[in-house]
Nanobody
Framework: VQLQASGGGLVQAGGSLRLSCAAS????????MGWFRQAPGKERELVAA????????YYADSVKGRFTIYRDNAKNTVYLQMNSLKPEDTAVYYC????????????????WGQGTQVTVSS
């Protein structure tokens, strides 16, 4: 599955952004989906994940209560709504698809989207 991420940008602290990840080639409904981020000098980390049916979601502690992952299988798209953004959320964000059933936070991407830069100014 090919993934195309979009929606990044520059925002002030406290602001919001919505990232989108559109798929082509295969339906996303057969995949768990996740958003990762990588800040300069840091390892890539799983920020949020959602299972195939959208009944189960996972959030890293650092974003709980501020970020929401959701999917629209009819549009073959997954989203990450980011509210109350902080400067420490600054990173390149990547969407990823895992074709297997997982117990989060285990997530093994089979496909990656290109990154989208999110910059939060203080």
């Amino acid at each position: 599955v090919q993934l195309q991420a979009s929606g990044g940008g520059l925002v002030q602290a406290g602001g919001s952004l919505r990232l989108s990840c559109a798929a082509s080639g295969r339906t996303l409904s057969n995949h768990c989906m996740g958003w990762f981020r990588q800040a300069p000098g840091k390892e890539r980390e799983l920020v949020a994940a959602i299972n195939r049916s959208a009944y189960i979601t996972y959030y890293a502690d650092s974003v709980k209560g501020r970020f929401t992952i959701y999917r629209d299988n009819a549009k073959n798209t997954v989203y990450l709504q980011m509210n109350s953004l902080k400067p420490e959320d600054t990173a390149v964000y990547y969407c990823a698809a895992d074709p297997n059933y997982r117990t989060f936070p285990t997530f093994l991407p089979g496909s990656w989207g290109q990154g989208t830069q999110v910059t939060v100014s203080s």
